[in-house]
């Protein structure tokens, strides 16, 4: 069964850090487009972050110079470094991953369409 799993949410307060993990099994990931996307209470699903096979990456206006995507191929998991956390980005955060592999990179990646595997989420709380 191919499928990613996230962990690493959890409550903390502004300002703080955390890192968020996303492993995917079932399959081998390092040829494909990987995200982070995020969804708050009574919001749409948003973009956070994408990384190409070949760690060229997307982050979202609202997230750079705190946020870091990266991925660890060997270990098929994808990383979100969060520091200097706000209380706005509290949300569900989820993992995604294109299925084709070496697809052609783009702004295609910010947009969840793009994405064919979804986890299950992890909860990230921020309080002021």
């Known amino acids: 069964q191919v499928q990613l799993v996230e962990s690493g949410g959890g409550l903390v307060q502004a300002g703080d850090s955390l890192r968020l993990s996303c492993v995917g099994s079932g399959r081998t990931f390092g040829g494909s487009a990987m995200g982070w996307f995020r969804q708050a209470p009574g919001n749409e699903r948003a973009f956070v972050a994408s990384i190409n096979w070949d760690g060229r990456t997307y982050l979202a206006d609202s997230v750079k110079g705190r946020f870091t995507i990266s991925r660890d191929s060997a270990k098929n998991t994808v990383y979100l470094e969060m520091n200097r956390l706000k209380p706005e980005d509290t949300a569900v955060y989820y993992c995604?991953?294109?299925?084709?592999?070496?697809?052609?990179?783009?702004?295609?990646?910010?947009?969840?369409?793009?994405?064919?595997?979804w986890g299950q989420g992890t909860q990230v709380t921020v309080s002021s």
């Open positions: 995604a991953a294109d299925r084709k592999v070496y697809s052609p990179y783009g702004p295609q990646f910010t947009d969840e369409h793009r994405y064919d595997l």
